[in-house]
């Protein structure tokens, strides 16, 4: 498709399971962000790769957090042993340019509800 | 540090009423990049504008308008004329090249029929 394409859209965990995120960002596009937006908050950044470079992780909230974008294109977010406090969106976005020089192109987000 | 300020947490108009709202910005940085984005109740955020620190022209766009004032460290959002479709959670972002951007906590605007 045209936009930036998340799955799943929806994930329920049990606490202790790891769960995988992933996002495909409109082609072309050398950055991809990560953010994470809890219930009735603003989205918090996460991390943040040029092509396959990950230039900051500075927002990932634990080592349990880990994100990988290996051919610059499709990347995973990945949530090990998860926690309550992990349920979030979990919000992707694109730009054709590097850092914030471009428009940010979202996806619909992965909601994960951890039990 | 950085951060985004939206005192607002919620706003409710009737439809036809035009309605500010508002975002406050802390940098240390000169040069920055300012956002805009809506959030509707699918979740998908939505680009709306957005404006580099050296230029503080005001812009127009159909029903909405933004007022960039530096010395105030503001950039407000203005819808003339709302509509119900306009209810939404807007976000006010900042952003440095080559860094991340800083979301805004949201306001969210509700247009009553």
């Known amino acids: 498709g045209a936009g930036v394409s998340q799955s799943p859209r929806y994930k329920v965990a049990k606490r202790g399971q790891d769960v995988a995120l992933r996002c495909d960002p409109i082609?072309?596009?050398?950055?991809l962000f990560w953010y994470q937006q809890a219930l009735g908050q603003g989205p918090e950044f996460l991390t943040y790769?040029?092509?396959?470079?990950?230039l900051d992780k500075s927002g990932l909230p634990s080592d349990r957090f880990f994100a990988e974008r290996p051919e610059g294109s499709v990347s995973t977010l990945k949530i090990q042993r998860t926690q309550q406090e992990d349920s979030a969106v979990y919000l992707c976005?694109?730009?054709w340019g590097t850092g914030v020089s471009g428009e940010l192109f979202f996806g619909e987000g992965s909601r994960l509800t951890v039990l | 540090a950085q951060k985004v300020t939206q005192a607002q947490t919620e706003i409710s108009v009737v439809e036809k009423e035009d309605v500010t709202l508002d975002c406050v910005y802390e940098?240390?940085?000169?040069?920055?990049?300012l956002f805009w984005y809506k959030q509707p109740p699918s979740g998908e955020l939505v680009f709306l504008i957005r404006?580099?620190?050296?230029?503080?022209q005001n812009e127009i766009s159909g029903r909405y308008s933004w007022n960039f004032q530096k010395s105030t460290s503001s950039f407000n959002f203005t819808i003339t004329a709302s509509q119900v479709v306009d209810s939404a959670v807007y976000f006010c972002?900042?952003?440095?090249?080559?860094?991340?951007?800083?979301f805004g906590p949201g306001t969210r605007l509700s247009v009553l029929p």
């Open positions: 976005a694109s730009s």
């Open positions: 940098t240390r940085d000169t040069t920055y990049y």
């Open positions: 404006r580099n620190s050296f230029d503080e």
């Open positions: 972002a900042l952003g440095h090249y080559g860094q991340n951007f800083v």
């Open positions: 082609s072309g596009h050398v950055s």
């Open positions: 790769f040029q092509n396959e470079a990950q």
